[in-house]
Nanobody, 119 residues
Framework: QVQLVESGGGLVQAGGSLRLSCAAS????????MGWFRQAPGKDREFVAT????????YYADSVKGRFTISRDNAKNTVYLQMNSLKPEDTAVYYC????????????WGQGTQVTVSS
């Protein structure tokens, strides 16, 4: 079991940057695949990025590729999402998520943090 708490959201102008953090409780953080999803008003939750247990492999949605970077610090039980060149369409609630490596779905979710990009 792991509990996830996001921080770092806020209001930023288009073209700006934000860094989201997700702090995880528990002693097994390094055993979890971690990811970020987002949900805009009136839309379904969508995948943003994922990172493997060691941090050596990452994968991104096409909509954020080249602008967002996911990373993790297993010593600090934290996963990050660096967001650059933000666009108004990036406005959403961003959720940190994690799963056991053998699980087919994300089992653990944070409460979400709001990111608003003004034009």
């Amino acid at each position: 079991q792991v509990q996830l708490v996001e921080s770092g959201g806020g209001l930023v102008q288009a073209g700006g940057s934000l860094r989201l953090s997700c702090a995880a409780s528990g002693r097994s953080f390094s055993s979890y695949v971690m990811g970020w999803f987002r949900q805009a008003p009136g839309k379904d939750r969508e995948f943003v990025a994922t990172i493997n247990r060691s941090g050596s492999n990452t994968y991104y949605a096409d909509s954020v590729k080249g602008r967002f970077t996911i990373s993790r610090d297993n010593a600090k039980n934290t996963v990050y999402l660096q967001m650059n060149s933000l666009k108004p369409e990036d406005t959403a609630v961003y959720y940190c998520t994690g799963r056991d490596s053998y699980s087919p779905q994300y089992d653990y979710w944070g409460q979400g943090t709001q990111v608003t990009v003004s034009s």
